[in-house]
């Protein structure tokens, strides 16, 4: 199974700050055939389920706000927020969809 | 407006059973991969099962595999997962989502499921 890896595991930022939270997968997310890579950020408030927020590494979701990013390729993605706002408070996992079974980050707590 | 509404969690004792429901509404139920996805109490997210947009394929995490089964009714745009040889280690609370195949763009509120030993 591919094992990713998010760090750090909780992180407080001030408001409008940028945060930044990095996901490490154990072998490439990157598909040659289909120049995509399969991951993927959720958001997720206390008693919510999760909120897809990118996919394919950087697409935004609609309706997600453009303070959300994502980078990176093969095995290492970064989820930026521009400008921290008090609702950006949540738990942040990625997920890769490159091979079977699908698997998650264990989340990484974000904090003002 | 999408809705994902799961039913049919509850207390059950270690090697009982359950079936879980999830009605959907709001989107085209068939153009859809459906996904079941668990989270223990205070844990990470765990995907559990998924089945294809006709239901003729069906993928399991390893630790499910031959103890529970995913199914689908695109008439009654209805998806399950009937639940058997409960173990502790099921507790949690279990997602309906519906999906690409790759990425989770639907999620319902969620069912809790506890196993008591």
């Known amino acids: 199974d591919i094992v990713m890896t998010q760090s750090p595991d909780s992180l407080a930022v001030s408001l409008g700050e940028r945060a930044t939270v990095n996901c490490k997968s154990s072998?490439?997310?990157?598909?040659?055939?289909?120049?995509?890579?399969?991951l993927a950020w959720y958001q997720q408030k206390p008693g919510q389920p999760p909120k897809l927020l990118i996919y394919?590494?950087?697409t935004r979701e609609s309706g997600v706000p453009d303070r959300f990013s994502g980078s990176g390729s093969g095995t290492d993605f970064t989820l930026t927020i521009s400008s921290l706002q008090a609702e950006d408070v949540a738990v942040y996992y990625c997920?890769?969809?490159?091979?079977?079974?699908?698997?998650f980050g264990q989340g990484t707590r974000l904090d003002i | 407006e999408v809705q994902l509404v799961e039913s049919g969690g509850g207390l059950v004792q270690s090697g009982g059973s359950l079936r879980l429901s999830c009605a959907a509404s709001?989107?085209?139920?068939?153009?859809?991969?459906m996904s079941w996805v668990r989270q223990a109490p205070g844990k990470g997210l765990e995907w559990v099962a998924n089945?294809?947009?006709?239901?003729?394929?069906?993928n399991y995490v390893d630790s499910v595999k031959g103890r529970f089964t995913i199914s689908r009714d695109n008439t009654e745009n209805s998806l399950y997962l009937q639940m058997n040889s409960l173990r502790a280690d099921d507790t949690a609370v279990y997602f309906c989502?519906?999906?690409?195949?790759?990425?989770?763009?639907?999620w319902g509120q969620g069912v809790q499921v506890t196993v008591s030993s």
């Open positions: 989502a519906g999906d690409t195949g790759y990425y989770f763009h639907y």
């Open positions: 709001g989107f085209t139920f068939s153009d859809y991969w």
């Open positions: 089945i294809n947009k006709d239901g003729s394929a069906e």
């Open positions: 072998q490439s997310l990157f598909s040659s055939s289909t120049n995509r890579n399969y």
């Open positions: 394919r590494a950087s």
């Open positions: 997920q890769q969809s490159y091979a079977a079974p699908i698997t």
